[in-house]
């Protein structure tokens, strides 16, 4: 995870500084609600390679027998087109998501904020609560699901693998309540959290909601909110509770602030005082993804892991 946090604020700079190039996801819907296919296609410039994220998302699936992002990540290199990997989607997609939470959680959230929410006992609770671990030192987590049993189940192995106490909250409002840092991962179609429950100098991460028809925050969350996104284009296309603000008239396009990418190389402020409530909108972009798997395909060689295949 340490590592993954780094290269994710390297590649998010990358972005912004215009070093990959990164067309919109395509979604194949499948029919009789069985379930997406996303096709992430993507360049980046440094280390250099091309590639795409081929990735199901089954509304059945049932974490751990089954990931909620299952599929392949296809890396190429950029001399002769050539592919040199194939990666374990699911793995990368919660690692990689995580950790550029982690990114942002550092870049936003204030120094002392020590007090952390958990919207979700997922996957994505498990890699989050890890990168959240990775960039403050927390003196309380809460995680709240809308299965309870599965919040206790996930508290006592989680706290248990981390060596800390973790509370349930029976409600999202009470698991937020005076929180520092929220992180949002569920499947939610409407909003679970309310801008009125979010206490002032709050960091938010929504994250778990990746399509326009999606929103995990309502309006009033983003409307009070200094709102910071991965990538603009993705945004505006997107990202379900800024679509709904913007429809809605009461925020306009100059809402999204800056690219998270901005924030880190300096160019853009972020927090700018301890009251303000800031968020961190994450739909996940193809670079991420491919420099995860170009991470992964300089591990695997140097430690002789892993199955070669030729063409």
Partial sequence: MSECIELMQRTMIALSEGRVVLPLRSLLIMPQAIGMMGNMPGYLG?????????VSLMPRNKPPQFSSHLGVVLLFECEHGQPVALVDAAA?????TAAASAMAT???ARHDATDLALLGAGEQAQSHLEAMLSVRKMRRVRVWGRDAAKAAAFAAAEGARHGISIETAITVQEAVRDAEIVCT???????????????PGTHLNVVGSSVAAKAEIDTPAVLRSRFFVDCRNSTVNEAGEYLR???ANVITPEHILAEIGEVANGSKPGRRSANEVTLYKSLGVAPQ??????????????RGVG?????
């Avoid at 569920?186 to 909003?191: E, L, M, Q, W």
């Fill in 289 to 302: 993804d491919l420099a995860a798997a170009h991470y992964v395909l300089q591990q695997a060689r140097a």
């Fill in 185 to 199: 991962l569920t499947k939610a179609r409407d909003p679970i959290l309310l801008g009125d429950w979010i206490a």
């Fill in 307 to 311: 199955q070669s295949v030729e063409f």
């Fill in 245 to 247: 603000a913007l429809r």
């Fill in 46 to 54: 440094e280390p250099e390679c091309f590639g795409v994220k081929l």
């Fill in 106 to 108: 550092r870049l936003l």
């Fill in 92 to 96: 990368i997609t919660a690692i990689r």
